[in-house]
T-cell receptor, first 108, second 116 residues
């Protein structure tokens, strides 16, 4: 079946630093999605990417849909404490398949 | 934005009993809903696709007789965990596909199931 490899698994950064995480797939997706999940809650959509090569921003977040349609990255600039949480990449065709997640920790 | 609700938000049940979880799309009609399960510190794993008016499609390894799905209306899908066991304890999350307006899938807040 389809698999998504997301890295890194976790990150420890200082407030104000930039963050980068990425996702690769064994197969092609028509849509790439990035979600954030806070503890005990459902995932919330951050950015949706619909075309290969597309670069999309949402505030301090920027994500790109890889040219091969098998990868995507998410960047967060100037991290703040509320950015803490788990970030999931996801690929979608007729259903959404999630990556394993990146846990973001911000050091005091 | 579109809202998806789940009920209950948490439930504790005894081993051997059945539990029903509801997923509702509040401001759009959803012909397709999805059910996911998430174990602690793990990702969301798709269990099944729920289609209004027809049988659900289950992912490989998910027992359809144990996890009964009913999508009886355009705004409601239910997941019933039958004869629950402690290993069924998990966070169950649904999502609903708004094919009409936004084309996006929206996730519910999840239901924490604990089987004692």
């Amino acid at each position: 079946g389809q698999q998504l490899n997301q890295s890194p698994q976790s990150m420890f950064i200082q407030e104000g630093e930039d963050v980068s995480m990425n996702c690769t797939s064994s197969s092609i997706f028509n849509t790439w999605l990035w979600y954030k999940q806070d503890p005990g809650e459902g995932p919330v959509l951050l950015i949706a990417l619909y075309k290969a090569g597309e670069l999309t921003s949402n505030g301090r977040l920027t994500a790109q849909f890889g040219i091969t349609r098998k990868d995507s990255f998410l960047n967060i600039s100037a991290s703040i404490p509320s950015d803490v949480g788990i970030y999931f990449c996801a690929g979608r065709d007729d259903k959404i398949i999630f990556g394993k997640g990146t846990r973001l920790h911000i050091l005091p | 934005g579109a809202v998806v609700s789940q009920h209950p938000s948490w439930v504790i049940c005894k081993s051997g009993t059945s539990v029903k979880i509801e997923c509702r799309s509040l401001d759009f009609q959803a012909t397709t809903m999805f059910w996911y399960r998430q174990f602690p510190k793990q990702s969301l794993m798709l269990m099944a696709t729920s289609n209004e008016g027809s049988k659900a499609t289950y992912e490989q390894g998910v027992e359809k007789d144990k996890f009964l799905i009913n999508h009886a209306s355009l705004t409601l899908s239910t997941l019933t965990v039958t004869s629950a066991h402690p290993e069924d304890s998990s966070f169950y999350i649904c999502s609903a596909w708004d094919r009409g307006k936004s084309g996006e899938q929206y996730f519910g807040p999840g239901t924490r199931l604990t089987v004692t």
